[in-house]
């Protein structure tokens, strides 16, 4: 998807250096041509819904996110505008949540000297429960779960 994304991103920006040497007047007629086939193909699809890719929604989304609430109810698509804004919402939330993943699941690994601490504890001590060794453990100022395996 991400290089579907790219290649869409790549060839967009092609077509906007293409419009750079264009007249206002082409870039109209243009325009009208493209919403003219737009118009042909929801005739021709009547009630069926047109299925956008991953890639087309969030290249649609990042472009017409900034486009005003009025003037993108105008803008003739085929998809409501209210469609495009819940999937630049989205995108920004899927970001927002990849960034803030844990690159590495469950409970952080536990330091090595406190690991050996621990194992030498309760090797000298074969009497101790966990219990025990979390009080000496909290006597001697380490940071240690009371609960090490999670359970109740």
């Not at 989205?90 to 621990?118: E, F, M, Q, W």
Request: include cysteine.
């Amino acid at each position: 998807m991400l290089l579907r994304l790219a290649y869409l991103g790549v060839t967009n920006a092609f077509a906007m250096l293409r419009l750079l040497p264009m007249s206002d007047r082409d870039k109209d007629v243009e325009i009208l041509a493209l919403r003219h086939q737009i118009m042909v193909l929801e005739r021709q699809l009547g009630t069926e819904r047109v299925r956008f890719d991953a890639s087309d929604r969030g290249l649609l989304a990042a472009l017409l996110h900034r486009v005003p609430r009025d003037v993108l109810c105008k803008v003739r698509l085929l998809v409501r505008p209210d469609t495009v804004l819940r999937w630049h919402r989205n995108l920004v939330a899927r970001r927002h949540a990849d960034a803030s993943r844990s690159k590495r699941p469950g409970r952080p690994r536990t330091v090595h000297s406190i690991r050996a601490l621990v194992l030498r504890l309760a090797g000298e001590n074969p009497g101790w429960g966990y219990r025990r060794l979390h009080g000496e453990l909290l006597v001697l100022g380490v940071k240690w779960p009371p609960r090490p395996c999670g359970r109740s």
